[in-house]
């Protein structure tokens, strides 16, 4: 009989008898099938994980597209907000300029809305003024050869008061309506002082006079016109050293000086009131604001 090992196991119930060898047998036999187990489960779990990772890899992917076009959107809005950023502070350097321009007081602390406002105002109550009182240039000329007041007469050589501004013109040069009026008379008289003439009456009492005036007619007397309109053309007629026009400004029969009103913007707006003291200024403020409720006082 070949030796063989026996392992016996004693206990209250009796003894048991093993052989090595089945020992050894039933050990590996478990073993392998702990190892057949563990490799399933391991198979199992690595599977399950390669599906999970490649799932978060999908995942990931998408989050960085995601990612890139939230990035491109997100600069392209701050190009966006770039853009309308410089076309606001255009926006206000405009403001700004159209402020400055009309005289108007620059307050960069008030909301864009109630600057834009005001200006409207402004602007709204300029217009008033300018369509119905004489402003601006009437003719597009080469320099005041005559201003108003004492002068020497180049002609008669006599001191005397000149009571308009002489304009050097060419003959044919358009004249035009510095304000809103009606044409009150026409006179033809090439060999008078002033030859040619033509008048404008205006609203608020103003009349507007021009003299040396071509032969051509423009206008009829009773004639409405707009401000801009043409209304006659320099010339040469009556006693003139040449080519020129001579414009006058009246207020209710009161000679002013044209040049004031001439140069009347409205850059400039409120100096006229304290330059021409020969106007009821504050009467026709109060006159012309009655009229349009919505205009701010000019005080």
């Known amino acids: 009989m070949k030796d063989r090992f026996t392992v016996t196991i004693s206990d209250v119930h009796g003894s048991r008898h093993f052989l090595l060898h089945q020992l050894i047998k039933k050990f590996l036999l478990y073993f392998t099938l702990f190892v057949a187990l563990v490799i399933l489960v391991g198979s199992f779990v690595i599977l399950f994980l390669t599906k999970e990772l490649s799932h978060l890899e999908t995942k990931k992917e998408e989050a960085v597209k995601e990612r890139n076009l939230l990035i491109a959107q997100n600069e392209e809005l701050q190009a966006k907000v770039s853009e309308k950023a410089q076309e606001y502070e255009t926006i206000r350097d405009k403001i700004g300029s159209m402020e400055e321009l009309i005289g108007l007081r620059v307050n960069e602390e008030e909301s864009l809305d109630v600057r834009l406002e005001e200006l409207d105002l402004n602007i709204l109550q300029q217009k008033t003024f300018f369509d119905n009182i004489p402003s601006g240039e009437v003719i597009a000329h080469n320099g005041i050869s005559s201003k108003f007041g004492w002068r020497e007469n180049p002609i008669l050589k006599r001191k005397e008061f000149h009571t308009g501004l002489d304009f050097r013109a060419s003959i044919g040069t358009p004249i035009l309506a510095p304000a809103d009026g009606v044409v009150k008379f026409i006179k033809y008289h090439q060999n008078s002082g002033y030859g040619n003439i033509v008048s404008l ?99």
């Open 201 to 299: 009456s205006h609203n608020y009492g103003f009349e507007s006079y021009y003299a040396h005036l071509q032969n051509k007619a423009v206008v009829k007397e009773g004639q409405f016109v707009k401000k801009g309109d043409v209304i006659a053309y320099s010339g040469n007629t009556g006693l003139s050293t040449g080519p020129h026009l001579h414009y006058e400004i009246k207020f209710i029969g009161r000679t002013l000086d044209p040049a004031p009103f001439v140069q009347w913007s409205g850059a400039n707006f409120m100096e006229i009131f304290t330059k021409e003291k020969r106007v009821t200024w504050e009467s026709l403020i109060k006159l012309i604001n009655a009229q349009s409720p919505l205009l701010k006082p000019l005080s």
